[in-house]
Nanobody, 125 residues
Framework: QVHLVESGGGLVQAGGSLRLSCAAS????????MGWFRQAPGKEREFVAG????????SYADSVKDRFTVSLDKPKNTMYLQMNRLKPEDTAVYYC??????????????????WGQGTQVTVSS
């Protein structure tokens, strides 16, 4: 299975930026689908962004579109989430996840198999 480790979270003021990293190791394949999810206290885990590895097709939730950008450093097996113009409602624990190939990026947590431990993002004001 794929081992995923998130990093880059922290405390930032509204309007600021953070870049999250998700480093993958283990059995990774070119048809892997990866995604970012977040979960705020008392809320359900929600889809943020993701991509289909082999064709670099990306997908974003409406709440983050035009503010967040997902990218990939393939030689390092690392996926990034660049978060700009952060808002207090972006505060959550952010997780990266992976699954086998799909025609579209799944947006339901139950459709993913491998998960990282999460990294806390807190946006003040």
């Amino acid at each position: 299975q794929v081992h995923l480790v998130e990093s880059g979270g922290g405390l930032v003021q509204a309007g600021g930026s953070l870049r999250l990293s998700c480093a993958a190791s283990g059995r990774t394949f070119s048809n892997t689908v990866m995604g970012w999810f977040r979960q705020a206290p008392g809320k359900e885990r929600e889809f943020v962004a993701g991509f289909i590895w082999n064709v670099y097709s990306t997908s974003y939730a409406d709440s983050v579109k035009d503010r967040f950008t997902v990218s990939l450093d393939k030689p390092k097996n690392t996926m990034y989430l660049q978060m700009n113009r952060l808002k207090p409602e972006d505060t959550a624990v952010y997780y990266c996840a992976a699954r086998l190939y799909a025609l579209r990026v799944p947006t339901t947590p139950g459709d993913y198999v491998d998960w990282g431990q999460g990294t806390q993002v807190t946006v003040s004001s």
